[in-house]
């Protein structure tokens, strides 16, 4: 079966703009879970979605947003973009919430660089 | 959810196996551990999940003794493409809760020829 897909790959930006990124989970899994990695501050969670709700978030600023839509499929917005958040986007999707307690399977990323 | 500690790196050579422990000292009873691998510009793998004494699968092993404050990873015979940072997580497996996974620094795996 198809695997978590993450689009697009790679993205530069200028700041003060904002960016979405898209994740497509693998069919049937409801739970879609997003995290930012830095070589600095590591793997970091950014929030989950379950059946469209969002069921936990992490300490991000409210520039970073997302949602979920029916077909599962997720997406996250940064508006007003600062050099900081250069990072690598993690899509992370699963049968269940709370990915911990079963398989989670990582999209491959987005690579977003803010000039 | 509990703090992992594990080494900052470890190097070692094709064919030989190789021993990655975490401590994990305020584990709770329905916590989990689970490991994953990561390549470089890659999401995290999974590799393997248990609760204690031994878990095997087709591509590692984890040990955990009964105090549970501590695992090991354990990969047979690694190769060069083996080279990776390999994470351990700890969390509960209460279904619905809404639990997110939290890496911590990682081990960077060398493998060398």
């Known amino acids: ?115 | 959810l509990a703090k992992t500690t594990q080494p900052i790196s470890m190097d070692s050579y094709e064919g030989q196996e190789v021993n990655i422990t975490c401590s994990h000292n305020n584990i709770a009873t329905n916590d989990y551990i689970t490991w994953y691998q990561q390549f470089p510009s890659q999401g995290p793998r999974f590799i393997i999940q248990g609760y204690k004494t031994k878990v095997t699968n087709e591509v590692a092993s984890l040990f955990i003794p009964a105090d549970r404050k501590s695992s090991t990873l354990s990969l047979p015979r690694v190769s060069l493409s083996d080279t990776a940072v390999y994470y351990c997580l700890v969390g509960d497996m209460g279904s619905g809760s809404a639990r997110q996974l939290t890496f911590g620094s990682g081990t960077q795996l060398t493998v060398l020829p």
């Open chain 1, 1 to 115: 079966k198809a695997g978590v897909t993450q689009t697009p790959r790679y993205l530069i930006k200028t700041r003060g703009q904002q960016v979405t990124l898209s994740c497509s989970p693998i069919s049937g899994h409801r739970s879609v879970s997003w995290y930012q990695q830095t070589p600095g501050q590591g793997l970091q969670f950014l929030f989950e979605y379950f059946s469209e709700t969002q069921r936990n978030k992490g300490n991000f600023p409210g520039r970073f947003s997302g949602r979920q839509f029916s077909n599962s499929r997720s997406e996250m917005n940064v508006s007003t973009l600062e050099l900081g958040d250069s990072a690598l986007y993690l899509c992370a999707s699963s049968l269940v919430p709370g990915a911990v307690n079963t398989e989670a399977f990582f999209g491959q990323g987005t690579r977003l660089t803010v000039v």
